[in-house]
Each structure stands twice: as structure tokens, then as C-alpha cells.
């Protein structure tokens, strides 16, 4: 198993404290926190979190 390829957010700027990180795997995308990724992460079906999304970018 390879280990997944984490990104910032877009939203994220390098003062910013509170960021997430996002991978995208096979039928699903992988969300930590910046600051705690020894917490590990949480997934979220693909479909879930593109309409996460659709709804976070609309406003």
C-alpha cells in the first residue's frame, strides 16, 4: 500500500494556524488537521465530500 499524497487546502496561506490537508485515494478523499496529523485522518466517500464541497464554495 502506498502511502497517500497530502495537500493543503487552497484556502490555506503559510500564516494560517488552522489548516486541513486533503488526499485523494481510490473512491474516497483523506482529511487531517495541519497542526495534528499524528491524530491521523478521517475519510470520506469521493461522492460525500465533492458535494461537501459544491456546498462550502457556493457561499
Request: with cysteine; aromatic share 8%.
Given at each position: ?18 489548516c ?22 478521517v475519510?470520506y466517500?469521493?461522492d460525500?465530500?465533492a458535494?461537501f464541497l459544491?456546498v462550502?464554495?457556493?457561499?
Amino acid at each position: 500500500m502506498t502511502t497517500p499524497e497530502f495537500r493543503k487546502s487552497s484556502y490555506s496561506t503559510p500564516q494560517s494556524q488552522n489548516c486541513v490537508e486533503v488526499a485523494d485515494v481510490p473512491g474516497a478523499s483523506l482529511v487531517r488537521d495541519t497542526q495534528n496529523r499524528h491524530l491521523g485522518h478521517v475519510e470520506y466517500p469521493a461522492d460525500a465530500w465533492a458535494a461537501f464541497l459544491a456546498v462550502a464554495t457556493s457561499r
